[in-house]
Structure formats: C-alpha cells, structure tokens
C-alpha cells in the first residue's frame, strides 16, 4: 500500500475504534473488536513508518525536494472537514489528521479546540446560508459555473519576497551594515585598522483573523466547488489582509510594517511622466548596486504609462508595453493605494522584492463555535480564522518610490 492509502486506513480504524469507545457500556463482543482494531492499528502504524522511511530514501536519492509529500498532503486538507470535526465533536481523519500531526512534530500547537489548517491551500464574509445564497447550492449545482467576487489580485509574495516558516519565539536576522576599508601603502608603511560593522532585523509576531460564520447546511454539503468557495472566502480574510499590510502596513495598526512605511526606501519624482524621469528613477538603484526585478503600481498610473509615449517622434513606444516597464516586468494591483491628498497622486514602487523577508509562526487556525449567541439558535456555526506573520525589508535602498503621479 502507498503511504497515504496506509495513513487513510489507519485514521479509518482509529474512528472505529473511537466509535466503540462512545458506548455506554462495552459488550464482550465489542471488547474483543476493539483490541482487534487495536492490534491492526498498531500494524499499520508501523507499516506506514517503513512506507515514509522509503520514500524520503528515495527522495533524497533522486534529488526531490522533501517538502513535495508535505505540499502534496497540504493540497488534500478540506477546510470543511476541518470545521465539521470540531461542530461534530470528532476526530480529524485523512490528510487533516496528517497535517495536524505533522504540525504537532514541529511544536505547533492549536489554541484549545482549534484545529490547524496549511496556510498555503489558501494562496491561489458576512453570514453565509443555503437562503441567502441559494445560487451556489441549487438542486441543479453548476460549479464550473459560480460567480466569485471581483477580488484585488495578491501580489508582493508572487514577486519573489522570502517566506520564512515554522517560526517559534522572536526572530532576529543578522546584517552586515559596514565593511573594512582597504588601503594602498608604500613600502615600510603600516596598514590602518579597520572593521566591519553589524546590526540585525527582527521579526516579531503580528497577528490578523477575523470572524464569520456559515450555516450548518452549507458545512455539510460534501461538494468539492463548496469547499474551494470557503477556501476562497478565508482568502479573502488572509491572504488579502496579509498582502495588503505588505505594502502599507505600520507598527499604529499592529501590522507588519510595509514597503511604504519602511524607513530608509528611496524616493523619486514622476510628477512629469517621462522616459528620462524613469530613467532617473531606476538609476536611485543601479546607484545602491541593486537590480531590480519588479514594478508595482495600481490601475490609475497604470493607464497613464500606457498612454504616455517615451518620445514625441512618430512610432515611439510608449512607457508600458506588453505588460513592461523600461524592460522590467510591471504589476497592478488595488492592493497598492493613491497617495491621498487634494488631489490624490499616483503611486510606483520599482525595486527587488526579494529583498522583502516574510515570516510565518505556525500554521493558519480555524476554531469553530456552534455554540455562539445568535448561531446555536439556528444550527449555524461561528468561525474565527487566525494567522500570524511579521515582515521586514533586508535593505531599504532596495526600493525606490513615487508617489506624485498625477492621475
């Protein structure tokens, strides 16, 4: 048997076992059954050791990266299941009960009846009931067919930032800030000490989470395009608010603090949109021996670099084409704010994003209550979603900004 048919079956059998174990009392027929499922769950456990064993062996020895079972077995975790188990009061099965036991490997722990959910299935609010959105759970169900909500696109992480994961107390990253100088002599002379200096970033805990809730007939439709509409939602909650912080977040808000609220970023005039103010914006950071990989801007300037030509001369491009920016791909995204002001300007970041270190403490947490007031009454279940992470820039001079594009 494969490893996950070994862990399915085993996690079958610890079920059954708990199932016998509910009973008031315990006949001598079921006494016997549940040493039987003992016995077997034992052999599987072990069959399932040797399983692994063999296939990290032959991972390593093909050169596979050993985190493909993990994000393979993270692809398979259902945020439903997840939120039935802890409604239905029962144990997590399948390749949630895998995840929660590898989490508890690496020391990460749930608050009291939560259960832990992989942050990356949701990397791709308001009540919701079979009533109020009876058209995603008609008799004649068309999932291919479900009408999402126009969403800002994610981007900071996409553009190379550094994800640190499975982080336990503060983190601090080590930086070097000056080097030695070196020094031409002549014969005899002696050299002049110099040393190199240190400093550090850390990384401390911020937390985001939000409450919703969903009916207990949605929870319990077994439908695959259900489970992707409660991953997209809970993406929404997340992975947005994270995105988001990554570009405008400041330590007032009890956010990460972002690439606009980082001290020490470069600055730059697009007041006249031009090739040569572009060109002089790019060369703040050949200037600090930094190329950049990235430009972000939101849908305003966006439209204004396409529509401005580099050059008065007839067939000249323009300053964005084909999705480029002096060479250098370009994004836009409503995550990224106009400057407000009277009236408001247009912002551009240009810089190498991978200079944007993430980190992640633990794994993102779901805790469902059907015991709330206002939810127990009508059988519908409360959730709080939670997620910790911090951010920091490894060398402000990486980014330079504008921010006073007219639009």
Known sequence: MKLNDL?????????????LLNAETLTPEAKTKFDSLKAEISALEADEARAQF????????????????????????NVLDAIACQVENRSATGALAEFQAEAKRMGIEPSKGGILVPTSIFEKRATQTTTSSAAIVPDDFKADQFIGLLRNSLIVKSLGARVLTGL????VLPKQTGAST????????????????????????????????????LIQQSNPAIEQLVRDDFSAVVSLAVDKALLHGTAAAKQPTGILSVAGIQTASL????WDAIVAMLEKLGLENITPNAIVTHAKVSTKLQTTLKDAVAG?????QGGRVADLPAYSTNQLDAKAGSPATGRLIAGDFTQLVIGEWGATE????????????????????LHTCDAAVRHPKAFVLADDIAI
Do not use: F
């Open 366 to 385: 779901i805790l469902a209550n059907p015991y709330a007031a206002g939810y127990y009454e009508k059988g519908d279940v409360q959730l709080r979603i």
């Open 316 to 320: 000249a491009a323009y300053l964005m």
């Open 54 to 77: 063999i296939e990290e062996a032959e991972r390593r020895s093909t050169g596979t990266p050993v985190d493909t079972s993990r994000r393979n077995m993270e692809s398979r975790v």
């Open 271 to 274: 007041a006249t949109l031009d």
């Open 182 to 217: 070196a020094y031409w002599i002549a014969e005899g002379d002696a050299l002049t000490e110099s040393n190199t200096t240190y400093g550090s970033v850390k990384l401390e805990p911020k937390h985001v989470g939000a409450l919703t809730a969903l009916s207990r007939q």
């Open 168 to 171: 336990r107390g503060d983190t």
């Open 7 to 19: 862990r399915e079956a085993r996690a079958a059998k610890v079920t059954e076992a708990r199932t």
